[in-house]
Structures are given as structure tokens and as C-alpha cells.
């Protein structure tokens, strides 16, 4: 069983940075194949917004936050980070993370690639 919890979310004018972090605990980190990050906001369908593998330390993201947002890990601490810049109101969301602890063969940005959720952080972008 895996625990992820978010933490970082906050309100923030356009424009501005948040870090977003993601603590995972009850499976040993360096097992994870990928964790990721997706959004939802009011009325809309989750979306992915970014993702890490373990191997090779690849990095995915939408063409939305590219440029803007960065994804990190940190094995010491078995946390991964989402460092927002130059925030937009359209940035506006709960923000989840998410772990993939089993093989998969779907994208990477699928939601169904993922065994285990957080209950998810609000970031709210003021225009």
C-alpha cells in the first residue's frame, strides 16, 4: 500500500510560483517505474499536467505547462516536486499526485497508468 500526500497548493496571482510536493511512504521509493501530476478543474475532466520514470529519469508534460511548470524528485526524501512558474488563471485546479508501481504499457499520461492517488491540492491562480 502506498500513501502519497500533497502539499503546497495555495493562491497565488497570475504570474506568480508555487511548489508543489508530493510525500509518498509504504512501499520503497526506488520501486516506483513513474509518479505523475494531473488537474481538475470545476466542470472538467482530470488532465495530466506532467510526469517523471524512474528509469532514465525521463520527463513528460503537457504542451500547456511546458516551459512553465518542472517536475523533480527526491529520493532522500521520497517526495517529487511540481515547481510552477508564471502561474496563469487558467493554471486553476485541484492538483493531484499520482504513483505507478506495477508494469504498464499504457501513456504516460494516462490516469489508468497510475496505482495510487492523493486526495489532491487546490491551487487557485487570481487574475
Known amino acids: 500500500q502506498v500513501q502519497l500526500v500533497e502539499s503546497g497548493g495555495g493562491l497565488v496571482q497570475a504570474g506568480g510560483s508555487l511548489r508543489l510536493s508530493c510525500a509518498a511512504s509504504g512501499r520503497t521509493f526506488s520501486s516506483y517505474y513513474s509518479m505523475g501530476w494531473f488537474r481538475q478543474a470545476p466542470g472538467k475532466e482530470r488532465e495530466f499536467v506532467t510526469a517523471?520514470?524512474?528509469?532514465?529519469?525521463?520527463?513528460y508534460y503537457a504542451d500547456s505547462v511546458k516551459g512553465r511548470f518542472t517536475i523533480s524528485r527526491d529520493n532522500a526524501k521520497n517526495t517529487v516536486y511540481l515547481q510552477m512558474n508564471n502561474l496563469k488563471a487558467e493554471d486553476t485546479a485541484i492538483y493531484y499526485c499520482?504513483?505507478?508501481?506495477?508494469?504498464?504499457?499504457?501513456?504516460?499520461?494516462?490516469?489508468?497508468?497510475?496505482?495510487?492517488w492523493g486526495q489532491g491540492t487546490q491551487v487557485t491562480v487570481s487574475s
Open positions: 517523471i520514470r524512474w528509469s532514465g529519469e525521463s520527463t
Open positions: 499520482a504513483a505507478q508501481v506495477t508494469y504498464s504499457i499504457l501513456p504516460i499520461a494516462s490516469p489508468g497508468k497510475y496505482d495510487y
